[in-house]
């Protein structure tokens, strides 16, 4: 396997056989955890550095329409998703994947539109949108019930 593809499938765990996306996701989630544990800061800078290697593994594969093994973009949407929390949390992190899994399925308004632009950009930029909306969903939950995420 070649370091782009590597990169790009997120050490292989887009290769799943059933739901490559939902996989990705999942083993995206200890990690940033162990991110947001250390900090909110250090896991924004994750996202930063997954974000930038993400595209150019993805060009670099030669992955511009988005097979299902390339995850390296639900890494980002995921890391992106656990920013709503304040910290870990078991309850937190569910709820984090639940909402990012939901907008990056769905596909509803920004999301949609960011999945049709081209290459590696739209690639990415649509699990990017979908977690923004999931921390948006997330940081809303923890504001209108205090502590149920913590």
Known sequence: MSPA????????SGLAPVAPGT????????PGLVLLW???????????VVAAVGLWAIRAAGAGDDPGWVV?????GQWIALLGLAH??????????AAFRLF????????????????ATGVMAD????????????GAI????PGVLE
């Open 23 to 30: 996989a990705g996701s999942l083993v995206a989630l200890l």
């Open 88 to 97: 870990p949390s078991l309850l937190g992190a569910l709820a984090a994947f």
């Open 5 to 12: 593809r590597w990169v790009a499938s997120f050490g292989g």
């Open 104 to 119: 990056d399925v769905a596909k509803p308004g920004p999301v949609g539109w960011a999945e049709r632009l081209s290459g």
């Open 127 to 138: 699990d990017v949108v979908a977690g923004v909306l999931a921390a948006a969903v997330v």
């Open 38 to 48: 250390v900090g909110p800061a250090a896991l924004a800078v994750g996202v930063v």
């Open 72 to 76: 390296i973009d639900e890494v980002a």
């Open 142 to 145: 923890r504001w209108g019930v």
